[in-house]
């Protein structure tokens, strides 16, 4: 899958001879080139660079593979010259966690445009994120962050979870006074679709938290799904308690419409909402200039 971009790295380095060079043309840091050239020899199980402190020479596999580097190269570019959008407009595809991004990003996004009218922006909801850096998407906006090694990320912030209740529904089934209580409660709760356990298997935990005491509860739970809203609206329909991010339950907290479950509780693992890339994403501006835009915009939010 990344012999392509590695190979594009040991191109660069191969001609510019220096692993420096390379990652200024490519705009990457210089340990992603070194990781990519030691990758690309572990597949083909051959030395392709010898390296002193001075400079780096082609050993006798890798003179055979420059020329098969350098023609994939000019491929790459007259792929991407025939789709290169206008001049003076840059192209920024954006793919968001369907649960969250549809809450928090894309209501952002016609305050983005106005603001940077050269970046033609492309946003997808998905509900599967990717498992590492792929050819569809230049930043990614999730929660609990992809961990790959080729791929850095932003922290846009980590709002906190709050276990919440219609009056009505605490009324009828009695307020919990204790984590173990729960048990005895139907939990409604966001996952993410990959955490999503079958039916089959153990419940899920909850870890919560008072001081440096932690307690785990395993769950009964009605509802799990990846979409928060449905959570909400659900404990609002009086249907259980809902695990909330604090900036959903926010109004309904205030207007009486909704209550805090064990208030001196809070939730082990909260939120994680990052933005994720490649490095060599890092370099480019309309990447930055969004970046900056959601750290502004929406972590007031949070």
Known sequence: MWLASEMAAFAHVAELGSFTA?????GVPKVAVSRAIASLERRLASRLLTRTTRRVALTAAGRLLQPHCQRLLREVESVRSSFAPPPGRQRLRVLVDAG???????PLVPRFLERYEVIELQVALTDTLPDGPG???DVLICNDAVSHPDLMQT???SPPLLLCATPAYLLRHGRPRTPGDLNAHTVLRAVELHEASPLHEASPALGLRRGDEVQEVRLRPALQVSDP???HSSTAAGLGIGVLPE???RQGLAQGKLERVLPEWSLAQPLQLAAVYAPAA??????RQFIEFLLANMVPIL
């Open 247 to 249: 900036f959903l339950c």
């Open 100 to 106: 969250y991004g549809r809450l928090l990003v894309t």
């Open 135 to 137: 050819p569809g998407w």
């Open 282 to 287: 890092a370099a480019s501006a309309a990447v």
């Open 155 to 157: 922290l846009l912030g």
């Open 229 to 231: 809203v449905l959570v």
């Open 22 to 26: 390379a990652a200024r043309a490519l």
